[in-house]
């Protein structure tokens, strides 16, 4: 019989019990950051060295942490279901815990890419724990300088066409640890077809809006994980 198919979309929350700061919480990372100065394609051009040391701490932050029970549970989901994740997290945390098909909308930490065109495949190269810091100098193959490969406010989503067509085909539609508040990735939901099953995980009521049935999960990502994957395994 064919699997169903799960498409789950995260965000910051998915990646908080690894220890990963979420952006919109109290403490989170805007706080302390404002988000103009170091993820807007504005900020980056007025200070490019601010930028890339800020990306080089979250870099560093990365190769410290480890997937928590919650990426596990949404990797062990492939052993019965087709899954498709969509993450807006720049973690490799999804890939780690060993989920096989993740989508970044908002690109990888762990990618470098031109400046001059940031989606320039033949630009974008792979960070190494040995070497993971971009410095001011440092080169794409265009000989532009090397930036972080990440989508910044201002900047086009070019991975969320891949993400409709996904969501578009989904049986069951699952969204982890986000607030809903940046666009387009808030709208994935509203490309699921009528009717398919959402399933909200998050300890914080966020705003869902779908004709869909929409069943909530007040929990974190690694209990709430817990608690949907019994829940869909009995369907
Ligand atoms: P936010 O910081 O806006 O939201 C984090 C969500 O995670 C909130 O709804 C929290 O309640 C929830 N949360 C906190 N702890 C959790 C836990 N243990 N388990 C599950 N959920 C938990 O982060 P995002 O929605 O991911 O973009 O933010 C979206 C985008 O805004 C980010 O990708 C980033 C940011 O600006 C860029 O930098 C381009």
Known sequence: ???????????????????????????????????????????????PRLVLDFYNARRKELLHTTPNHGHLMVAKLEEDFEVTVVTQNVDNLH????????????GELMKATSSRDPNDPAC????????????????????????????????????????????????????????????????????IRPGTPVYVIDPKAVPVRSASPVHTISKGASEGMDELSKILLTR
């Not at 409709?164 to 387009?184: H, K, L, N």
Request: glycine share 10%.
């Open 95 to 106: 890939e780690r815990a060993g989920s096989s098909h993740v989508i970044h909308l908002h």
């Open 124 to 191: 974008i190269c792979e960070l190494t724990p040995e070497h993971p810091d971009i410095h001011l100098g440092d080169k794409a193959a265009d000989g532009s300088q090397l930036r972080p490969y990440i989508v910044w406010f201002g900047e086009a989503v070019p991975k969320f066409e891949d993400a409709v067509r996904e969501a578009a085909t989904a049986d069951i539609f699952i969204i982890i640890g986000t607030s809903m508040q940046v666009y387009p990735a808030a709208g994935l939901i509203s490309y």
């Open 1 to 47: 019989m064919k699997k169903q198919k799960i498409v789950i979309l995260t965000g910051a929350g998915m990646s908080a019990e690894s220890g990963i700061k979420t952006f919109r919480d109290a403490g989170g990372l805007w706080e302390n950051y404002p988000v103009q100065q170091v993820a807007s394609i504005e900020g980056y051009e007025e200070n």
